[in-house]
């Protein structure tokens, strides 16, 4: 397992942006999948965003055009770039890795995420 993280949340305006890092500790991060997942008040968590140790990307469909998942192999660090925010996008944001973006083994601690209408 790896240790995750996770920082930059907070409270922000519809049509806002934000950028979520989360930072690995170890050396094998380049070797792992890293995602975004969130839970809004009274759902599921869900995968808003994995990236593959290739560089591949999923998104959920709600996000498309809007967020953008990277990493930096050199920083042990993904990040979420977050553009366009609705209040449907509040939730507690949890970054986790994993062997594969469907396969997740290890998780941050989590980080909210408000978007004020």
């Known amino acids: 397992q790896v240790q995750l993280v996770g920082s930059g949340g907070g409270l922000v305006q519809t049509g806002g942006s934000l950028r979520l890092s989360c930072a690995a500790s170890?050396?094998?991060?380049?070797?792992?999948?890293m995602g975004w997942h969130r839970r809004a008040p009274g759902k599921q968590r869900e995968l808003v965003a994995g990236i593959s140790s290739g560089g591949g990307t999923k998104y959920a469909d709600s996000v498309k055009g809007r967020f953008t998942i990277s990493r930096d192999n050199v920083k042990n660090t993904v990040y979420l770039q977050m553009n366009s925010l609705k209040p449907e996008d509040t939730a507690v944001y949890y970054c986790?890795?994993?062997?594969?973006?469907?396969?997740?083994?290890?998780w941050g601690q989590g980080t909210q995420v408000t978007v004020a209408s």
């Open positions: 170890g050396s094998i991060f380049s070797t792992m999948a």
């Open positions: 986790a890795a994993g062997p594969t973006i469907w396969n997740w083994g290890s």
